[in-house]
């Protein structure tokens, strides 16, 4: 059972816009920043967003971030077939004194 | 460029220990914390702790307390993750993860670089 809530599902067709939600309390998104990591068959995680929206080089604008309350969202527009991957939120919990994930979403281009 | 280059694979039997190193280049290492998170087969992302840049001060997920131990060797950049006590439960893959702060002092819980990873199988 993970600490932050994700669906574990998701899906769009090419060029669409699509929104992953990621929920949690007080003690995590309430009160620190989120990112976001996408994960490709096989492969290592890789930073999407960080600070809630912040993009590092090299990551498309078509990727966005938000928070809101104890609920944050990573947006895509836009959307092609290599987008297809797990996306995984993640924060800082104070209550736990650590890093804390969602269960991650996996998202589909039909 | 900055590199995480991970030691490989281990098979390892229930109750033994396992270290696992993360060699860091292309940074100043002594300038980030240093995390490392697991992946059990088909399942999600798990913090396993953090060690900061000297290697004096390490934080642990309450699910690894007493088992996980963190070190770094900054003369040669390199992390190092024991676990000990291993059981089935701990096959995953392990992956060490760079703090993207940049800071002596602070760690921002991001990750802005990660290493290839490292499986380790129990299995007796």
Request: aromatic share 12%.
């Amino acid at each position: 059972q993970s600490v932050l809530t994700q669906p574990p599902s998701a899906s769009g067709t090419p060029g669409q816009r699509v929104a992953l939600s990621c929920s949690g309390r007080n003690s995590n998104i309430g009160r620190n920043y989120v990112c976001w990591y996408q994960q490709l068959p096989g492969a290592a995680p890789k930073l999407l967003i960080y600070k809630n929206d912040q993009r590092p080089s090299g990551v498309p604008d078509r990727f966005s971030g938000s928070r809101s309350g104890t609920s944050a969202s990573l947006a895509i527009s836009g959307l092609r077939s290599d987008d297809e991957a797990y996306y995984y939120c993640a924060t800082y919990d104070d209550s736990l004194y650590g890093a804390v994930f969602g269960g991650g979403t996996k998202l589909t281009v039909l | 460029q900055v590199q995480l280059v991970q030691s490989g694979a281990e098979l390892k039997k229930p109750g033994a220990s396992v270290t696992v190193s993360c060699k860091a280049s292309g940074y100043t290492f002594t300038s980030h914390y240093m995390h490392w998170v697991r992946q059990a087969p088909g399942r999600g992302l798990e913090w396993v702790g953090v060690i900061n840049p000297s290697g004096g001060t390490r934080s642990y997920g309450q699910q690894f307390q007493g088992r996980v131990t963190l070190t770094r060797d900054t003369s040669t950049s390199t992390d190092y993750m024991e676990m000990s006590s291993l059981t089935s439960e701990d096959t995953a893959v392990y992956y060490c993860a760079r703090d993207g702060r940049g800071s002596s002092d602070f760690a921002d819980y991001y990750f802005d670089y990660w290493g290839q990873g490292s499986l380790v199988t129990v299995s007796s």
